[in-house]
């Protein structure tokens, strides 16, 4: 199994602030990954596929990049709304595999 | 818009079968995949298997021997059948539409065993 690291596991940010969540393969995926947002009590949604592909309807303050094994999901300026946990998962194979999450908390 | 409206037995005693339906609205089931998710506090988010229209599947590989998906194209519904369950299995389940990533999903089940 492709193994999904992400770090940092939490962070904590104001309003406003530009913040970077990082995730890692375990081996190369090449552009095969995806980004989820998530909400207490609520399913995943899709923010960003193929790693740089922004899903129709998400803000323009979502974006993705990083090809093999090192991505980076970027909020250019948060909003109260974007406090919740996030996820990156690999599709280059099954089983498909998800990161541990990083929780994104406000300041 | 597509919606997934899942059902199914929240508790279940250990070694007991878990069964889910996950029903397909609003949109052309033919030509998707559709999955089980699961995700618990310890293992995170974990993908179970999918299925297509035509019920070829993919498991994963930890759970391939407890595993069936299954499709009724006549009702537009899937289902997911884990057997032997133990307290490892109690999760939050999930339905989502997708191949490599998943834009649609269903409300969640929460799934506990307990004897």
């Known amino acids: 199994d492709i193994q999904m690291t992400q770090s940092p596991s939490s962070l904590s940010a104001s309003v406003g602030d530009r913040v970077t969540i990082t995730c890692r393969a375990s081996?190369?995926?090449?552009?095969?990954l995806n980004w989820y947002q998530q909400k207490p009590g609520k399913a995943p949604k899709v923010l960003i596929y193929a790693a740089s592909i922004l899903q129709s309807g998400v803000p323009s303050r979502f974006s993705g990049s990083g090809s093999g094994t090192d991505f980076t999901l970027t909020i250019s300026s948060l909003q109260p709304e974007d406090f919740a946990t996030y996820y990156c998962q690999q599709s280059s194979s099954t089983p498909r595999t998800f990161g541990q999450g990083t929780k994104l908390e406000i300041k | 818009q597509v919606q997934l409206q899942q059902w199914g037995a929240g508790l279940l005693k250990p070694s007991e079968t878990l069964s889910l339906t996950c029903a397909v609205s609003g949109g052309s089931f033919s030509g998707y995949y559709w999955n089980w998710i699961r995700q618990s506090p310890g293992k995170g988010l974990e993908w179970i298997g999918e299925i297509n229209h035509s019920g070829s599947t993919n498991y994963h590989p930890s759970l391939k021997s407890r595993v069936t998906i299954s499709v009724d194209m006549s009702k537009n519904q899937f289902s997911l059948k884990l057997s032997s369950v133990t307290a490892a299995d109690m999760a939050v389940y999930y339905c989502?539409?997708?191949?490599?990533?998943?834009?649609?999903w269903g409300q969640g089940t929460l799934v506990t065993v307990s004897s």
């Open positions: 989502a539409r997708g191949y490599s990533w998943y834009v649609d």
């Open positions: 081996q190369s995926i090449s552009t095969y």
